[in-house]
């Protein structure tokens, strides 16, 4: 059963360069604890308050990519943005008894799968064996 901030979340409309924002900030949160330091420590490292700090870390600031690629270094890593086309592709399943009877088309974030006929059954692995 979800929580009440768990079904908040997820009624919540997002775009990507919402999703884009709070997975930049979650990865600094991560980034500054990762180095054992303190907001406030965070802060000193790259001349800001604590304040704007907690903004950033909440995904409540527009950045620009000179910022977040000056966060991403004073935690040692390293910024990059990658614009990816989405996987969309189809392949056909067959096995030894018939052929061509489904076929999934990967998508990103998984596969979506389509029976393509209905005269087949499954079985189980020694069922398979044993028919082979």
Partial sequence: ??????EWFNA???DQA??????FATTI??????????????????????AWVTKVLRGDVNLTIETMAKLAMAVGWEFSIVINKPI?????????FSSNFMSATQRSGGFEFT?????????????YLNAA
């Fill in 1 to 6: 059963m979800e929580s009440a901030v768990q």
């Fill in 12 to 14: 919540m409309k997002m």
């Fill in 18 to 23: 919402e999703v884009a924002k709070v997975d």
């Fill in 29 to 50: 949160d991560k980034a500054i604890k990762d180095k054992n330091w303190t907001r406030k420590e965070f802060a000193e490292a790259i001349g800001a308050s604590p």
């Fill in 88 to 96: 969309e592709k189809t392949v056909t399943v067959t096995n030894k």
């Fill in 115 to 127: 029976l393509n006929r209905s005269d087949f059954s499954l079985c189980n692995d020694r069922e």
